[in-house]
């Protein structure tokens, strides 16, 4: 039996901050009663199978052969001094999509051991199963900020969520999607979710969490393979695998600012707003502030999150208005508290932050 989403539409005639935080329930985002009963009537799983579209396919046993290499191995030690810069930007990108499986490692921990869970991934445990190693598994349960790092994913996690469920867009694109299960999990079935990241990560994603049984719950997936630092070829990509530039669309950049240079985030922010001429348009970015590195990350942490230089979320939220977005704001401890009460028992470290922005309609 189909089970439908409920939809709600965001006021485009009032600022997006004030409805999420002042209009919480009205608007769809839950409050802390509708937290102690779990997650909220918006996040039915529903089992529909839906249309998925993937390119570049590869053969499955080369894929999974390149996928372990990347995710499931530590880098070798570097053998000899003269070692080429190109292998160590692979040797970085490698790290870097490791960490995927961390952030699906954080989001599992929180719905199996939190006594009050609010971030559901069901389908994480297929790709842990799948993908984790057991060493890797270890070294994550050593890190001191083991609950902080669980409560930092499960805020923002469920934050993002509510502002996907609330008004669900015709398009939401993912950039940097990594293990991402959105398409899998949230009740959006009139909604495009395309996919950007490594071609043959997410093809494993995906084939790993049909063989567990999982269907898409939105309406299509597109998985685009492409560079994600190179703003061009991203636009490129997407108009050329059914990107439809009138239609609302919402833009996540979930956990990638970070491992990003700095130079590269004002073309990615001007290509969402370039491709976002419709009013309803969100951007929705998480921006780590260098006080995550100063004061909360341990030496621990630093060797296995491999982030390029923080800089502050005001800087960020400036180069998206100057990119043609409106409305912005940014969400900080004291606000996510506000929507999640600390109550509960949540940890949110100095310096993690999360900023939207509105398309807003020149007419």
């Known amino acids: ?26 608007q769809g985002i839950p409050t802390s009663a509708d937290m102690l009963l779990g997650y909220s009537s918006h996040h039915i799983f529903v089992g529909q199978r839906a249309r998925c579209t993937v390119k570049d396919s590869t053969p499955r046993q080369l894929l999974m052969r ?24 692979r040797e970085r990108r490698e790290k870097v999509q490791q960490t995927a499986l961390f952030t699906s490692f954080w989001r599992d921990l929180d719905q199996r051991v939190s006594k009050f869970p609010i971030c559901m991934d069901v389908p994480a445990v297929a790709i842990l199963d799948e993908f984790l190693a057991p060493d890797v598994r270890a070294m994550l349960e050593a890190s001191p900020n083991l609950a902080t790092f669980v409560d930092i994913l499960a805020v923002r996690t469920r934050f993002i969520d509510d ?36 071609t043959g990560s997410l093809e494993e994603k995906q084939r790993c969490l049909i063989d567990a049984g999982h269907s898409l719950t939105c309406g299509e997936l ?13 636009e490129q990509a997407l108009l050329s695998n059914g990107f439809q530039m009138g239609q609302a669309t919402t833009w996540i950049f979930e956990g990638i600012l ?3 240079p700095q130079a590269t985030h004002p073309a990615l922010f001007a290509m ?21 590195n100063d004061n ?18 005001s800087t960020a939220e400036a180069s998206v208005q100057s990119s043609g977005w409106g409305d912005t704001y940014i969400w900080r401890s004291e606000d996510l508290y506000t929507i999640y009460p600390n109550a509960l028992g ?13 398309m807003i309609d020149a007419s």
């Open 296 to 313: 909360f990350l341990v030496e621990h942490d630093r060797a296995t999150l491999p982030y390029e230089a923080l800089y502050f979320a």
């Open 163 to 198: 502002l996907i469920t609330s008004s669900p867009p015709q398009q939401l694109v993912l950039i940097g999607a990594g293990m991402d299960t959105r398409a899998y999990r949230l009740a959006c079935p009139c909604t495009r979710i395309f996919e950007i990241d490594s």
């Open 222 to 234: 597109i998985i685009v393979g492409e560079d994600v630092r190179d703003a061009a070829r991203v």
């Open 66 to 89: 390149s996928w372990r290499r990347q995710m499931l191995t530590r880098a070798n030690p570097t053998q000899g001094a003269d070692r080429e810069g190109e292998d160590l930007s």
């Open 272 to 292: 969402a707003a370039s491709m976002s001429s419709s009013s309803g348009s969100l951007l929705i970015a998480q921006v780590l502030e260098p006080e995550i």
């Open 346 to 358: 949540r940890t949110l470290p100095p310096g993690f932050t999360i900023l939207t922005a509105k």
């Open 1 to 26: 039996m189909r089970v439908p989403s409920p939809t709600r539409h965001l006021d485009s005639t009032r600022p997006l901050a004030t409805q999420l935080s002042i209009g919480a329930a009205r």
């Open 258 to 260: 970070e491992y990003l």
